[in-house]
């Protein structure tokens, strides 16, 4: 039996192996999602053979023609409700079924969701499959992982780094793979290949569950619900939600009309041959993967000489690189209009750098600080609360997406950049009080 894993107990190594597994299934799909409906499914001849299709294209773009607007819709939803349902998934783990029973069946359904994406017919069945799973497994098995610890464990913080870092190997591999296999061989290899990375993700949890916490359901006591510390702290919570979800528009923007943007306007040349688009998600997520540490080292060195930073200014901070990463395409954008070539791929490099810096102080720390200040009976939901950010984000991204073509690309990431703004600009100006809730 292992002792530890990286300085932290085994048991991180198998809840940071599983979701490195079940994101790179999740991204993999996401990845191909926007681009495989222009493509394909929402050609004439596909569209009408496929389930509900059009009965949703009536309900959320009626008359709308542009297959990119919907496909944007479609996309804004799907993943809008993926992170929804971990608030009912949590909330059935913590009084119901036991956190690690809502993983299980999460992973069984995520896995039949990413096999039924295989067939044009079953789209929209995929779709409430992956939803459903992904709403009992992601925020059961955040708050897995700071069970692990104790509530004055200063490892908390670095195992949330490991964690995220695991979640980034995923997203690296997974464009990788998924994206070369429906760019070779056709879309469902790609969708086949995200149901085998399930299968895999589940097979590690089952292996690794005698290193997790044992858990069963709890209820909340009186005591906490009457405590004003608890009450303060989780009302700091529910103010971050919104604010953050906004910071995140431009992160999640990346799997969407940016992908569809990218591939039209952007010279994707490098070393003499075009690569697909979606290599452009492995290579944010490899960013990302090599920033956490770097953070984490930073963010050491300057604790040791007696500089320390509470997680509200790294999400304050966070949310400033954010804007900065959509004012980059915007330059990128207007540069291209005025001299009609298309954007280098060198700024789009760039723009993941800036990208990945906002990432690693948005999410990590942000799962940290949910982990760190919720009751420990209402920990599983609230993590739960927190992935509610990312229905927010992906609503708005999919709203946003639905105007690409409707008005320049200048304009297009500069109302992006705008929003973010908004988000920045509420978190410094709340900081003082939200830090003190959630001391």
């Known amino acids: 039996m292992p002792r530890s894993f990286l300085g932290h107990p085994p048991g991180l190594g198998v809840l940071a192996f599983t979701e490195a597994w079940e994101r790179f299934s999740f991204y993999g799909m996401q990845a191909l999602l926007t681009l495989y409906m222009i493509d394909h499914l929402l050609r004439p001849n596909v569209a009408g053979q496929v389930p509900g299709l059009p009965a949703l294209h009536a309900l959320i773009a009626p008359g709308t023609t542009d297959p990119a607007a919907f496909a ?30 809502a993983i299980l069946i999460g992973c069984a359904l995520m896995a039949a969701g990413h096999f039924a994406m295989a067939f044009d017919a079953s789209f929209l069945p995929a779709l409430a499959l992956l939803i459903a799973g992904c709403g009992l497994l992601k925020g059961n098995i955040a ?46 290899w790609g969708f086949g290949a995200a149901g085998i990375g399930m299968l895999v993700s589940a097979a590690i949890y089952v292996r690794g569950r005698r290193f997790l916490p044992a858990d069963r359901p709890t209820a909340p006591t009186a005591a906490v619900a009457a405590a004003p510390r608890a009450r303060r702290a989780l009302v700091a919570q529910l103010v971050l939600v919104p604010l953050l979800a906004v910071a995140f528009i431009g992160n999640n923007q990346v799997y969407n009309i940016y992908l569809v943007w990218a591939r039209d306007a952007v010279d994707l040349r490098a070393f003499g041959h075009t690569m697909p688009v979606t290599w452009l998600v492995s290579y944010d997520a490899l960013i990302s993967t090599a920033l956490l540490p770097a953070a984490v080292a930073v963010w050491r060195f300057l604790a040791r000489r007696g500089i320390t930073a509470h997680e509200v200014t790294k999400l304050t901070g966070g949310a400033a690189f954010a804007v900065c990463g959509s004012l980059l395409l915007a330059a990128g954008a207007a540069w291209s209009a005025r001299t009609g070539e298309k954007v280098p791929l060198w700024l789009l490099l760039l723009f993941h750098i800036v990208n990945g810096i906002a990432f690693v102080h948005l999410l990590p720390v942000g799962l940290s600080l949910f982990s760190r200040t919720a009751p420990p009976a209402l920990n599983a939901t609230m993590i739960g609360v927190f992935y509610t950010l990312f229905f927010g984000t ?46």
């Not at 195992?159 to 070369?180: H, K, N, R, W």
């Not at 703004?421 to 001391?439: D, I, K, V, W």
């Open 394 to 439: 992906n609503l708005m991204v999919g709203w946003i997406g639905a105007q690409y073509d409707a008005m320049p690309h200048t304009a297009f990431w500069l109302l992006q950049a705008g929003l973010m703004s908004l988000s920045a600009l509420a978190l410094l100006a709340g900081y003082r009080p939200l830090r003190r809730a959630l001391a």
């Open 143 to 188: 708050s897995q992982v700071g069970a692990l610890y104790a509530a004055n464990d200063p490892r908390r913080t670095d195992a949330f780094q490991i964690f995220t870092t695991a979640v980034a190997i995923g997203v690296i591999l997974s464009p990788l793979v998924c994206g070369t296999l429906a760019d070779l061989y056709g879309w469902h």
């Open 72 to 101: 944007s819709k479609v996309f804004g939803l799907y993943t809008a409700a993926v992170y929804i349902t971990p608030v009912l998934g949590s909330l059935l783990a913590d009084r119901v079924l036991g956190k690690t029973p």
